[in-house]
């Protein structure tokens, strides 16, 4: 069965210190990893999906099949990215698409 | 732009009543999830729909029941709710085809059973 590990509850970091989270998961077929954001208040939202291998915010997250893991990192954190970060494993079953979420890190970023 | 729509925000039920939650989207998307958020525990899928008139279990499907008559609602029922359902629920919504699809969630809803 797939199943994604975030091991982190919370982090917390400075403000301008570099952000790694973290996220493994387990899958016997292809992949498709998604990183979601919650924001106080807010409805939780994409941030980033690997197959766009694109820069949101300034987040960036590489998967890497041989640790089958997908980190989300930021070089320089800002307070504004206070949130909750949901780490997501995309399967597509032929009838269905269906995501299996990891239990969430809240990061904190201080002055 | 409404997106997702779930009502109601806020619930407080007595053990053993009966209510549903409603999520209405607006974005012509087929595919449909019900979630629940609880401390600790993520986001856990509780049922979701491929389509109008179609409905399956996810992975904790138990004291719930569910109906997607019309293709922009999809609709949660709590038969007998207990205090283990005291939980967020979140719907989403995608669309069906490809794959990295993303899904976009409403705001939720806060149950308490009491």
């Known amino acids: 069965a797939q199943r994604v590990t975030q091991p982190e509850k919370l982090l917390s970091v400075f403000k301008g210190a570099p952000v790694e989270l973290k996220c493994n998961y387990s899958y016997s077929g292809s992949p498709e990893l998604f990183w979601y954001v919650q924001y106080s208040r807010q409805r939780l939202q994409l941030l980033l999906r690997h197959i766009s291998r694109e820069s949101i915010k300034g987040f960036t997250a590489d998967l890497n099949k041989g640790e089958t893991s997908f980190h989300l990192k930021k070089p320089f954190a800002q307070e504004e990215d206070s949130a909750m970060y949901y780490c997501a494993l995309g399967i597509n079953t032929g009838t269905a698409s269906k995501l299996t979420f990891g239990t969430g890190t809240r990061l904190q970023v201080t002055l | 732009n409404a997106g997702v729509t779930q009502t109601p925000k806020f619930r407080v039920l007595k053990t053993g009543q009966s209510m549903t939650l409603l999520c209405a989207q607006d974005m012509n998307h087929e595919y449909m999830y019900w979630y629940r958020q609880d401390p600790g525990m993520g986001l856990r899928l509780i049922h979701y729909?491929?389509?109008?008139?179609?409905?399956a279990k996810g992975e904790v499907p138990d004291g719930y029941n569910v109906s997607r008559l019309k293709k922009q609602n999809f609709l949660l029922g709590l038969e007998s709710a207990a205090p283990s359902q005291t939980s967020v629920y979140f719907c989403a919504s995608s669309v069906s085809l490809g794959r990295n699809q993303p899904q976009h969630f409403g705001d939720g809803t806060r149950l308490s059973i009491l």
């Open positions: 729909s491929v389509g109008e008139g179609t409905t």
